[in-house]
């Protein structure tokens, strides 16, 4: 099921969510004209690997500013124009009515925030890897687990594909597109934790659980005074 829209309009110009889908696209537009070696290259430096982490949590080794920041700029990097489009579409969606709520820099912290807890669940439950883990999912999860709260009775009408190629919409209200979108993630989280985690699938499935618990639990926290 595609989400197409909401059927709650903005109050205010969602200015952050502009800027981070800006930001976001100019990233990995100016990165897709660089080679692939150093595409690659960049990626492994700014991209979050559970690997690295991990071994500095056991070895009881201090974190440098270098092993911290890529918690940060891993959220904003992505690894296909697809991933890119995706991601974006879903943040412009849910992003507009959450920063609504929180004002502007309460949004972009609460966004920071709940893409560095997505970060911590995917290293939790993938700590072995080596594979960088990349994407604004895991943050724009958070901004979907806070629309799961404020807003549990708007409608979003979605794209339904069918087998004789006749596209169907339907309104379905946010609380229940939402609640089975987590699900389908914790489905996939506990399958593919079983056969390899996200090095088999290629997607975090438990960053986007934690970005969407994160954003449950902790939007109240940056609601605008009334």
Same mark, same amino acid.
């Given at each position: 099921m595609f989400p197409i829209r909401d059927n709650i309009p903005s109050r205010r110009p969602p200015l952050i969510t502009v800027l981070l889908i800006i930001i976001n696209s100019l $990233?990995?537009?100016? @990165?897709?004209?660089? /080679? *692939?070696?150093?595409?690659?290259?960049?990626?492994? +430096?700014?991209?979050?690997?559970?690997?690295?982490?991990? +071994? #500095?949590?056991? /070895?009881?080794?201090p974190f440098s500013s270098g092993d911290l920041y890529p918690f %940060?700029?891993?959220?904003?990097?992505?690894? /296909?124009? =697809?991933? =890119?489009i995706s991601n974006m579409w879903i943040l412009w969606l849910f992003g507009d009515n959450v920063e609504d709520r929180m004002g502007h820099i309460r949004f972009l912290i609460f966004y920071l925030l709940s893409g560095v %807890?997505?970060?911590?669940?995917?290293?939790?439950?993938?700590? #072995? /890897?080596?594979?960088?883990?990349?994407?604004?999912?895991?943050? $724009?999860?958070?901004?979907?687990?806070?629309?799961f709260v404020l807003f549990p009775s708007a409608r979003i009408i979605t794209l339904v594909p069918t087998f004789f190629l006749v596209p169907i919409f339907?309104? $379905?209200?946010?609380?229940? *597109? #939402?609640? @089975?979108w987590f699900l389908a993630q914790l489905y996939s989280g506990t399958v593919?934790?079983?056969?390899?985690?996200a090095a088999v699938s290629g997607i975090a499935w438990w960053a986007h659980i934690g970005g969407f618990?994160?954003?449950?639990?902790?939007? &109240?926290?940056? @609601?605008? &005074?009334r």
């Open positions: $990233i990995f537009f100016t @990165l897709s004209g660089t /080679s *692939y070696r150093a595409f690659v290259r960049f990626t492994y +430096k700014y991209g979050l690997i559970p690997a690295k982490i991990m +071994k #500095l949590v056991v /070895s009881g080794a %940060i700029t891993s959220i904003f990097l992505h690894g /296909s124009t =697809l991933h =890119l %807890i997505a970060g911590v669940f995917h290293i939790v439950f993938n700590p #072995l /890897s080596r594979v960088p883990v990349v994407g604004a999912s895991g943050a $724009i999860a958070g901004v979907m687990g806070a629309y339907l309104q $379905i209200p946010a609380v229940v *597109y #939402l609640f @089975l593919y934790s079983v056969i390899g985690g618990v994160s954003g449950v639990l902790l939007n &109240r926290f940056f @609601l605008k &005074r």
